[in-house]
């Protein structure tokens, strides 16, 4: 079932109802009393964390999967940050004024050191724009709109941009400050010093990475002594370290663990909607996917519904739209193609392709089940005559045919809505600018521009609406489905406020016995 809008209020009371959860209260599943006993001693307080993808990086410049954000969320801070409404909070930024409609202007805190001791000023904010900039990838649409920025006195900040963007403040949240020494190194980012809670202390790519507490932090310092993010790649392997002590916490438990997740007495199984969602892409450039009557018959092939339903469960849900519904602004199309083998064949016909063709689809091994989704989805092509062979891509190879200007015939990829707000997947990812797959549309410019100039939602909501239906006319992609966030944790757990986004702040989280 194509899940309805939720909205932010919706979020935001399952984001409270899942802190109490994890906090000691019982999940509902029937597993007994789980108050919390004394907390453990603090040479006691290290944490392993089972997450749901590995990291070939940390350079949070250079890409933002869910591996190397969960990190930066705890390692730097940022201009400000968003509370569970998706609303900005003061963060590095003590507080900020749009002095004019394109002038934002931020007054930053004093007394901020980095973990190596050396002062925060706005030189290092300066510093990680210029970084940002320069590597052309994450956030460069985003930040196209920036005309100029200026570390005006050690705690003054000024950006200015080329037109009103009422979406900025939530990009910034995504702006991870680095020091102006360093920021130009590669090698700074590849094991980075921030101004956050935790520091780095072990990496080992696709396998595990360890932060240890802060002890110099600004804030209120962080309760366990280490956390340990670990890459378990098989799915049994996972549930084991949950049952033998081996890990604490596990995200992205299978639909088909779930119930024997939910049985054990000493933990608590958590689900809230998030803002990752799954896509295929065309590369609407190269034959025979400039056709739009051949990419519009691929979707009419796909049966989402049951391939969804059999496969994840109750772990996702399809999805029309080309972001997660959880988030403002990502609105189900009115126009979406509907499931229909047979129009699908006569639209290959039309396009001149009676016979079908045959083509290749990319995904990622990192990508824990993607595999047997693709065979499913590869069946339905069968019927209409399309034949496909998957390309199980390793995860370096992936990012790389994914990037600018974009290396694939068809290709499968989660995605991040990390703002909670519809511009910034769909602004970042569909204008003519980002070159990404193939896929222009000036009249979807012109719309996404009006969108981002107001912070005005009542104003943002109708735009969004013809955005989704341009989209779903002109299929430069499909959206396949929407994730649950599903977290098993151990009762002795404390403390972990689960968030749409899966980037969790681990500095208010502890161990009881």
């Known amino acids: 079932m194509v899940r309805s809008h939720k909205g932010l209020a919706g979020l935001a009371a399952a984001a409270t109802a899942l802190a109490l959860a994890l906090a000691g209260c019982s999940s509902g599943d029937g597993s007994g009393d789980s108050t919390p006993g004394a907390r453990l001693p603090d040479d006691q307080q290290n944490l392993t964390y089972v997450l749901n993808y590995g990291c070939t990086s940390l350079d949070p410049t250079e890409n933002f999967d869910n591996c190397r954000m969960q990190m930066s969320t705890n390692v730097f801070d940022t201009l400000v940050t968003l509370d569970s409404k998706s609303q900005p909070q003061p963060k590095l930024a003590s507080s900020w004024t749009w002095t004019d409609p394109t002038t934002l202007q931020f007054k930053l805190r004093t007394g901020v050191t980095f973990s190596d001791g050396t002062p925060f000023t706005s030189a290092d904010v300066k510093a990680t724009f210029d970084r940002y900039i320069a590597m052309k990838s994450v956030l460069a649409t985003q930040l196209a709109v920036v005309s100029s920025y200026t570390a005006d006195d050690p705690t ?3 950006i200015r941009t080329s037109a009103p963007t009422g979406t900025l403040l939530g990009v910034l949240s995504m702006i991870f400050i680095g020091q102006e020494a360093r920021a130009s190194e590669d090698s700074y980012w590849a094991k980075p010093i921030g101004t956050g809670p935790f520091v780095i202390s ?11 507490r802060n002890d110099t932090y600004w804030g209120t310092k962080a309760n366990l002594k280490t956390v340990t993010f ?3 790649t098989d799915t049994n392997a996972r549930i084991t370290a949950l049952a033998n002590g081996g890990a604490q916490v596990v995200a992205g438990v299978t639909n088909d663990q779930i119930p024997t997740v939910r049985e054990m ?3 608590t199984f958590s689900q809230i909607p998030s803002y990752t969602y799954t896509f295929l892409w065309f590369q609407n450039s190269r034959a025979p996917f400039n056709d739009v009557r051949v990419r519009k018959a691929l979707w009419e092939a796909l049966d989402l519904q049951k391939i969804v339903t059999a496969l994840l469960g109750e772990t996702a849900d399809t999805m029309t739209a080309l972001c997660p519904s959880a ?26 392709y009676p016979n079908g063709f045959s083509t290749t689809i990319d995904y990622s091994v990192a990508n824990t089940g993607y595999d047997q989704i693709i065979a499913a989805m590869i069946s339905d ?32 990829n989660s995605n991040l ?4 707000d519809a511009d910034f997947t769909l602004n970042r990812l569909y204008p003519c600018s980002a070159k990404r797959l193939g896929y222009c549309n000036s009249e979807l410019d012109a719309l996404l521009a009006k969108a981002r100039g107001t912070t005005d939602l009542e104003q943002r909501k109708p735009l969004y609406q013809q955005i989704a239906n341009i989209l779903a006319e002109d299929v430069p992609g499909i959206g396949l489905f929407e994730n649950n966030i599903n977290v098993a944790a151990k009762k002795t757990v404390q403390g972990l406020n689960l968030t749409p986004t899966e ?3 681990w500095s208010t989280v502890y161990l009881t016995k």
């Not at 072990?202 to 240890?212: R, S, W």
């Not at 988030?327 to 039309?350: I, Q, R, Y």
């Not at 069968?382 to 290396?407: E, H, R, W």
């Open 381 to 412: 092509w069968k019927a209409i005559g399309v034949n496909v062979t998957p390309k199980s891509d390793d995860q370096a190879t992936f990012l790389k045919n994914i990037a600018s200007p974009g290396d694939f015939d068809m290709i499968v």
């Open 327 to 352: 988030a403002f602004g990502c609105v189900s199309p009115t126009n979406a193609p509907k499931h229909d083998p047979e129009n699908a064949k006569k639209l290959l016909a039309e396009a001149g």
């Open 265 to 267: 007495s000493d933990v």
């Open 503 to 505: 980037n969790y702040d």
């Open 156 to 158: 003054t900040f000024t």
């Open 417 to 420: 809505t990390t703002t909670g």
């Open 202 to 212: 072990d990496f080992v790519a696709n396998d595990h990475i360890t932060l240890t």
């Open 230 to 232: 670990k890459v378990i």
